[in-house]
């Protein structure tokens, strides 16, 4: 998978969607160039609880864990992208940031969630038609898109067993169509998690554990 740049997943709404992502930049030889993008919950950086400039702080931390320069980390607080599942986004305005973050830090492959969202979450679904309106009213033609592959109950809390079941099912799609990616190192994804430490409460240890996102994830090329 030829990847020259890479804009992380853009906007992850929750710190704990960072765990999908985290160690693909280095264990699969993908360029960090551009800056990640982070669209935090909250009125001020996932202001919950009054929590804002904190978890702002801990998602920092996330990145150092894998090494990745600050300055290329952007979190954005904007007051029509607050995080919630009775907030739906402006499609039109995450095109336009995307198109903004595309075109000034000459982006040429997108990844980011299907239309579920993993989880459901109506906001990772608002990125997902964000990213999809980007392609189909401004985008290059040499720009590529890829979304995180939603799986069911059942697969997603099967930890590592889901290594052999992803790949069995990606050889089954046409060549270039999907790609399987596993991580080698999911305690490192587990360290980088726990750096969320004002979230890092035992159910999310478990699932971070248990989770097969934490060992594998299937990405889907978006036409």
């Keep these: 998978m030829p990847l020259s740049f890479l804009l992380f997943s853009l906007m992850v709404v929750n710190p704990f969607s960072f765990a999908k992502w985290e160690f693909f930049w280095y264990y699969h030889g993908l360029s960090v160039q551009p ?16 929590m804002g400039s904190i ?3 801990e998602l920092y931390l996330a990145c150092a ?3 990745v320069q600050l300055q290329r980390v952007k979190v954005l607080d904007h007051p029509d992208l607050q995080d919630g599942f009775g907030k739906v986004w402006n499609h ?10 595309v075109y000034s830090h000459g982006i040429d492959v997108l990844i980011t969630f299907d239309s579920y969202g993993v989880s459901g979450h109506c ?4 990125v997902h038609y964000g990213v999809r309106k980007f392609l189909h009213d401004s985008s290059p033609r040499n720009i590529e898109a ?14 590592p067993l889901d290594i052999w079941l992803s ?7 046409p060549k270039g169509v999907m790609h399987c990616l596993l991580n080698e190192h999911p305690r490192k994804s587990f360290l980088a998690m726990a750096q969320h430490s004002s979230q890092w409460v035992w159910f999310r240890k478990l699932f971070v554990s248990f ?3 934490t060992y594998v994830n299937t990405l889907r090329k978006i036409k």
């Design 35 to 50: 800056p990640s993008m982070s669209c935090q919950k909250g009125k001020e950086y996932g202001n919950a609880d009054g």
């Design 55 to 57: 978890r702002k702080d």
């Design 65 to 67: 864990v894998h090494k």
């Design 92 to 101: 039109d305005l995450l095109a336009k940031i995307i198109e903004e973050e």
């Design 123 to 126: 906001n990772h679904g608002d």
């Design 146 to 159: 890829w979304e995180l592959v939603s799986i069911n109950i059942l697969l997603k809390y099967s930890g």
């Design 167 to 173: 790949t069995l099912d990606s050889t089954r799609h």
């Design 211 to 213: 989770s097969s996102y």
